[in-house]
């Protein structure tokens, strides 16, 4: 498959190649067997270069919580590779797979459901220490205080609990307790959907001065197409459990080649109400397929306004279409064309 990100091989800091991880369906009654296989991620390649994002858009169920999993080594994969920093880490053993996760921390959704509320926000952050051995005593604190006061919250909080916090502050002791071991990579499962959109600003450029300063790169997963397009260098959008576009943000927000992708962009509100009023808005039919059963062919094609004959039969390659740059990729057998009116495709081909 072709890679959707950036530059040479020196310069990436994660490879992912051919990803499969499939979940066992069980059934029966006294004696469980398994009955079929939910095909979370379904041979997905894609990499990260050092110091920089890559945003991973799509619907809820796709694969990307997933996939971003399977990177961190938190569940084993199915088949195929996670290559980190010139290693490959695939399932590797939890003795042997230790001092990889210092490299390599996430920061969760719920900033209230991911901080235990029973604890001081001192000895959260400084879990990382305690459990690496890296810091102990006055030394620990010490330290845990200078990352409370590098991600914005008062070093007097120390042993304060979660719940003295606001939602955008515990999101802020989230950041502190994954930057504490100046990991290389930082997987950002959804940091701020759960957040208002002022505090969702404040947050994101934490984040962005946080790279600046310790080079670190980011897998930033989100809803919000519009915030993937602020803190994004290179873009991959899924759908159900495979990579149905990837490339660099700006060809791919302009011109965008698969109609999934094209679909998903006209629903992202604009802040220009001018170029609110003339985008076209595709409305797609019918729900996300069942991952234990996925259509043959393009995965997407029972809900696509330009499927023909060969999408339900032939699953199209990740590759470069004609006029697109190398590393900008589609999966599809009629990528849009620029000025192309899917909306009135999809109102032709709806009964």
Do not use: W
Request: proline share 9%; net charge neutral; aromatic share 6%.
């Amino acid at each position: 498959m072709s890679n959707p990100s950036a530059d040479g091989d020196g310069d990436m800091l994660v490879r992912v190649e051919n990803l499969v991880k499939y979940f066992p369906v069980t059934g029966g009654g006294f004696i469980r067997h398994t009955v079929g296989q939910v095909q979370a991620v379904d041979d997905v390649t894609l990499s990260i270069p050092r110091g920089k994002t890559l945003g991973l858009v799509g619907e809820t169920g796709s694969g990307k919580s997933t996939l971003a999993r399977c990177v961190a080594g938190l569940i084993p994969i199915t088949s195929g590779t996670v290559t980190f920093d010139g290693r490959d880490i695939t399932n590797l053993p939890r003795r042997v797979m230790r001092p990889v996760r210092r490299e390599i921390q996430m920061i969760f959704q719920d900033p209230y459901g991911s901080l235990n509320p029973r604890r001081r926000v001192g000895s959260i952050i400084g879990d990382p220490f305690a459990i690496h051995k890296t810091a102990t005593g006055q030394e620990r604190k010490r330290r845990v205080q200078e990352l409370m006061e590098r991600v914005g919250l008062n070093p007097e909080h120390y042993n304060r609990f979660p719940a003295e916090f606001s939602g955008g502050q515990r999101q802020r002791i989230g950041v502190a307790r994954a930057l504490a071991l100046r990991p290389k990579l930082i997987i950002c499962d959804e940091p701020v959907s759960a957040l208002d959109v002022s505090i969702q600003a404040q947050v994101l450029n934490l984040l962005a001065d946080l790279q600046d300063e310790f080079g670190l790169s980011y897998l930033f997963i989100a809803h919000d197409l519009e915030v993937v397009r602020h803190v994004s260098d290179a873009v991959a959008v899924m759908y159900l459990g495979r990579i149905a576009e990837a490339g660099p943000r700006d060809p791919l927000y302009t011109s965008p080649r698969h109609p999934y992708s094209t679909a998903l962009l006209s629903a992202a509100p604009a802040a220009d109400p001018d170029a609110a009023a003339s985008r076209q808005r595709i409305i797609l039919t019918g729900d996300v397929p069942s991952p234990i059963d996925p259509p043959r062919g393009c995965r997407f094609h029972p809900r696509c306004p330009k499927a023909q004959a060969i999408c339900g039969e032939q699953e199209p390659v990740l590759e470069s279409k004609p006029g697109d740059p190398s590393d900008h990729v589609t999966a599809c057998h009629f990528p849009v064309e620029a000025g192309e009116q899917l909306a009135a495709a999809g109102r032709r081909e709806t009964p």
